[in-house]
């Protein structure tokens, strides 16, 4: 118990205040760092202010956790227990696949959103009218 005492009294006279006020890296900016290099790799834009803020942060936090949610969490997309690397790469497939092609979503009038993406670019190219 003495030496702990003794070590405490020798940390807190070689340390200065500052030393002690500083707050390490915080684990979210390390994540906005990971996001960043995410997005710089896959080409993404950010969608607004600079890179790596709150915006695409939480665009991508939001799709990790229904991902998690939806696919990881519940047997909708595989049945029982993962068991293998695989299993989780099957229901993944399984939950893209819903997410982009079946899944209704509110905001594009409860059609999925390739169908939503589909009738957009249809409408960008009129269909030619006879002369």
Known sequence: MCRVVRSFGHA???????EV?????ESAQYTSIRYTEHLAL?????SIGTVGDAYD???METVNGLY????????VFHDGPYKTLADVEY????????????RLHGTLGMV????YE?????ALKPEPQPA
Do not use: D, F, M
């Open 12 to 18: 807190i006279e070689h340390t200065s205040i500052i």
């Open 42 to 46: 896959e080409e993404i834009r950010p």
């Open 21 to 25: 006020l500083r707050r390490p890296l």
């Open 91 to 102: 229901a993944t497939a399984g939950w893209v696949e819903w997410y982009n092609n079946r």
């Open 68 to 75: 998690k949610t939806e696919c990881i969490a519940t047997t």
């Open 118 to 122: 589909q009738a957009y670019y249809a």
């Open 112 to 115: 999925p959103p390739t169908e």
């Open 57 to 59: 942060n939480a665009l």
